[in-house]
Structures are given as structure tokens and as C-alpha cells.
Nanobody
Framework: QVQLVESGGGLVQPGGSLRLSCAASGSIFSIYDMAWYRQAPGKQRELVAV???????TYADSVKGRFTISRDNAKTTVYLQMNSLQPEDTAVYLC?????????WGQGTQVTVSS
């Protein structure tokens, strides 16, 4: 089976930075697109950033210029570098990956931006 394990979430002050990691494990033969989503209380889930197998990237307008998505195929891991964090970024962040013939989600990690 394939699993996604996230790390790096936590509490940070406005203007601070966090780096989220999501590592895939199991019987992995092919990894296609990987992405980060987030869901704030009372809000619908939104796409934050996506990176394809060719490493092309797309960002939500709200995070463009502040967040950077990257991937390490050797480690089967996707990262989200978050800079200049603001309270509006507070949410549960979820990792997504298309692996083999399936779609997989991480458990979600809480990011809280508050002073």
C-alpha cells in the first residue's frame, strides 16, 4: 500500500516561515503530479500549489511569491516552503499525490499563524 506522511506544521508568528514535508512510502513505481491543499475553518478546501512530474508549478494567487513547492523524486517527497506567513494562511494543510494508478492524501497538518 501507499501512504503519505506529513511533517513540519506548527505555530508560527506573522512574517515567519515554515517548511512542510510530505513523504510517500510503500510500493511506488511512478509518481505523477503532487500538490498541497489547505482548508481553513468554515471554508472549502482550496488548491495551494501543484507540481507536475516535469516540475512545472502552479500557485494560488493568494500565496504566489511567498510559497514555493518542490519535489525530491529520489526521496519521493514533496515540500512546501512558506514564507511571510500571515494569519489568513492558518489552515489544515493536506498533501496530495498521484502515485501508480491511484490518488493519495496525507493526514493533514495544522499550520497556525498567530502572535
Amino acid at each position: 500500500q501507499v501512504q503519505l506522511v506529513e511533517s513540519g506544521g506548527g505555530l508560527v508568528q506573522p512574517g515567519g516561515s515554515l517548511r512542510l514535508s510530505c513523504a510517500a512510502s510503500g510500493s511506488i513505481f511512478s509518481i505523477y503530479d503532487m500538490a498541497w491543499y489547505r482548508q481553513a475553518p468554515g471554508k472549502q478546501r482550496e488548491l495551494v500549489a501543484v507540481i507536475t512530474s516535469s516540475r512545472s508549478t502552479t500557485y494560488a494567487d493568494s500565496v504566489k511569491g511567498r510559497f514555493t513547492i518542490s519535489r525530491d523524486n529520489a526521496k519521493t517527497t514533496v515540500y512546501l516552503q512558506m514564507n511571510s506567513l500571515q494569519p489568513e494562511d492558518t489552515a489544515v494543510y493536506l498533501c496530495y499525490a498521484s502515485i501508480n494508478r491511484g490518488n493519495y492524501w496525507g493526514q493533514g497538518t495544522q499550520v497556525t499563524v498567530s502572535s
